[in-house]
């Protein structure tokens, strides 16, 4: 059975992209069968879109480029409203578990925060349900990262998902609580259960690298036997 499994984030730019891929290889090195998928994206194109570089990531063939792909740098929603494209979520997940049938493990990335709305009705929260995806939360591991992961831990608590692992990205500017966040956020969500002691930090630069540093989240996702 393929095993779904949500990227998310606190907010924009903060990593979800290089820990998406840093993860896929840590599922590939695991012996699992992985592909990526961008369901939308929005202000990016060609080779350096997100997920262009996930399916590098993966080496799949398919598919290479985000399933929307629109123009403006704006939530979908938005950016979908401001070009006149309907955005039909239950064809988006419908593609979604079609391009699933040869992998163990389906990674679909979100966009922006964990309530960005990809329709206005919908959020990556709704396609998690429909996917019956573990999710994986990403922050920024930087000032006000506790309260943007408490924050999130809670939306994602209320909409009855609970992380399988949170992931702390080193930000492009260390500053004075980068490296003292991980310890923090385990003891301010202790109250919250497994997911309190399922946090990791990953390095900025090589994927590969920062693959090593995701292999205990394979444990922790529960994946299929490879």
């Known amino acids: 059975m393929t095993r779904f499994v949500v990227v998310t984030g606190t907010d924009t730019n ?11 290889r840590a599922l590939l ?35 290479r480029a985000a399933l929307v792909s629109l123009r403006d740098p704006l939530a979908p929603a ?18 979604i578990v079609e391009l699933s049938t040869d992998a163990d493990i389906v990674l679909v990335e979100g966009a922006g925060g964990v309530l960005s709305p990809l329709t206005w009705t919908a959020d990556i929260t709704t396609l998690a349900h429909d996917l019956d995806a573990a999710v994986v939360l990403v922050a920024s591991d930087r000032l006000g990262t ?20 949170i992931v702390l990205s ?4 260390p500053d004075l609580s980068t490296g ?15 997911c309190a002691e399922r946090i990791v930090c990953v ?11 995701l292999a205990p989240i394979v444990s922790w996702l529960d994946v299929p036997a490879a």
């Open 78 to 95: 938005m950016a979908a409203e401001r070009e006149g494209v309907a955005l039909d979520l239950d064809a988006i997940r419908a593609r």
């Open 29 to 63: 090195h695991a012996g699992q069968r992985v592909i990526a998928i961008k369901p939308f994206e929005s202000g990016a194109t060609g080779t350096d879109s997100d997920a262009a570089l996930l399916a590098e990531a993966t080496g799949q063939p398919t598919p």
């Open 146 to 165: 506790l309260s943007a992961t408490h924050c999130a831990v809670q939306v994602l608590l209320d909409s009855w998902l609970l992380p399988a692992a």
């Open 170 to 173: 080193a930000p492009a500017q």
């Open 203 to 213: 390095s900025r630069g090589e994927v590969e690298t920062a693959s090593r540093e």
């Open 180 to 194: 003292l966040n991980a310890d923090a956020l385990r003891r301010r969500l202790a109250p919250y259960g497994p």
């Open 14 to 24: 903060v990593g979800k992209t290089f820990v998406a891929r840093a993860l896929a």
